[in-house]
């Protein structure tokens, strides 16, 4: 069988993989053997749509435009999301990491809290955390709030600058949160201007570095599952450095940093593991600090 004949018309097995390289190489998304299918139908229909005839012209493309390359990188994110996606983890946020934050800032001038989503998809997570912050946070709006959240796919990121949703998406919004926090449009429920002013949108790649100053907290969930093991280590090496000590990281139920070499102190409540960085003073007692253990 010549190679041609492999995977599809006109896209060879060795096309593929030079296609996978390309993606896992500027992103860190890792197309393993679970996801071989998801990612040759993708890309089969890339090339049709684009009414490329071989492989070799679409990595051509890839190679000279960024936006050719950016093109197909849109059809194989996965970006399932949903408001208050896993509760527990709002409600740790809530109980603990806001309280918590509340005594340690709460004096300081002027009293800005940050707090970053990585991966951030339509915008459900970030707003999630807007409303929580918005429900519970004592005297929330003496505080400036900064969410930045962001997302290496540009489609995502124009459908949560707009703030509409609708059916599932805001299946776990309460009645109480949808009137306080929404406004009827077409089209589904906009997040009302108070909420919206909380949270900035970027595109941005977690395979490149850029420097985002400190943050209080991230939330990095359902993202790191798709890298590679080093890529993840890389990523939350850099997550540790951007935290501010006593900051908090959130991952996914599925995603742990268990034999990663930071120095987070891994908390446990109910269903939800927080990652805590320890202060400098906490360091110094290593017997608090539990290395990199979920
Ligand atoms: C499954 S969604 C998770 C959304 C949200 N965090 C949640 O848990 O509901 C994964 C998101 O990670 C984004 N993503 C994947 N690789 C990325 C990268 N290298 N840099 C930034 N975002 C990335 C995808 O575009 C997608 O929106």
Not at 263 to 274: E, R, T
Request: proline share 4%.
């Amino acid at each position: 069988m010549s190679e041609r004949q492999g995977p599809g018309h006109g896209l060879s097995e060795h096309e593929l993989s030079e296609i996978r390289m390309l993606i896992e190489e500027r992103t860190g998304i890792c197309f393993d053997e679970s996801r071989e299918r998801f990612f040759s139908t993708r890309v089969r229909e890339h090339l049709r749509a684009k009414g490329l005839p071989h492989g070799t012209d679409l990595l051509r493309n890839m190679r000279k435009s960024n936006v050719e390359y950016e093109a197909l990188l849109e059809r194989l994110l996965t970006q399932e999301t949903s408001f208050f996606r896993y509760p527990g983890v709002y409600e740790a946020f809530e109980k603990r990491v806001l309280p918590e934050l509340h005594v340690k800032k709460f004096w300081k001038n002027p009293r800005t809290l940050r707090i970053w989503s990585a991966g951030c998809s339509t915008g459900e997570e970030p707003y999630s955390i807007a409303i929580t912050i918005a429900d519970s946070l004592s005297f929330a709006d003496s505080w400036n709030v900064e969410i930045l959240a962001t997302d290496v796919g540009r489609q995502a990121l124009k459908q949560a600058e707009r703030g509409v949703y609708a059916g599932r998406s805001i299946g776990s919004v309460s009645e109480k949160q949808l009137a306080n926090h929404f406004s009827a449009v077409e089209g589904g429920q906009q997040l009302k201007p108070r909420l919206r002013k909380m949270v900035s949108f970027a595109q941005m790649n977690l395979a490149s570095p850029v420097y985002l100053g400190r943050m209080d907290a991230i939330f990095c969930m359902n993202v790191l599952i798709y890298f590679s093991e080093e890529r993840r280590r890389t990523v939350v090496q850099r997550f540790y450095e951007t935290l501010e000590p006593g900051g908090y990281l959130f991952l996914g139920h599925s995603e742990s940093i268990s034999k990663m070499p930071v120095k987070f102190q891994a908390i446990v409540l109910n269903d939800c593991i927080l990652y805590r960085k320890p202060t400098a003073g906490e360091l110094l007692k290593p017997e608090l600090v539990t290395e990199g253990r979920a």
